[in-house]
């Protein structure tokens, strides 16, 4: 199995940058894509970025393209979501997710492993 731990939320004001953090644990895939999603209260959990391990290509929701950028550092088998000029309606829980497989999806039924999600809260 694949454990997966997302870090680096908190409180920013509008206008502002944070950078999340997936760090994977116990056996990993030798090749395997990350996806971001979010969802916010009372709204369906939505496709945020993904990234493919091996390969290197990102794709992004529109909502967020041109101000999150997905990269990764297999050494320490981490993937970063950087967020900058958050708004107000990017507030949500932020997940990342693992799919076994080099070619990322913007479905969430294709991943395979889950984080527990970390809060985001955008103010003024």
């Known amino acids: 199995q694949v454990q997966l731990v997302e870090s680096g939320g908190g409180l920013v004001q509008a206008g502002g940058s944070l950078r999340l953090s997936c760090a994977a644990s116990?056996?990993?895939?030798?090749?395997?894509?990350m996806g971001w999603f979010r969802q916010a209260p009372g709204k369906e959990r939505e496709f945020v970025g993904a990234?493919?391990?091996?390969?290197?290509?990102?794709y992004y929701a529109d909502s967020v393209k041109g101000r999150f950028t997905i990269s990764r550092d297999n050494a320490k088998n981490t993937v970063y979501l950087q967020m900058n000029s958050l708004k107000f309606e990017d507030t949500a829980v932020y997940y990342c997710?693992?799919?076994?497989?080099?070619?990322?999806?913007?479905?969430?039924?294709?991943?395979?492993?889950w984080g527990q999600g970390t809060q985001v809260t955008v103010s003024s």
């Open positions: 997710a693992a799919r076994g497989a080099l070619v990322f999806s913007s479905s969430r039924f294709a991943y395979d492993y």
């Open positions: 116990g056996r990993t895939f030798s090749n395997y894509a």
């Open positions: 990234i493919s391990w091996s390969g290197g290509s990102t």
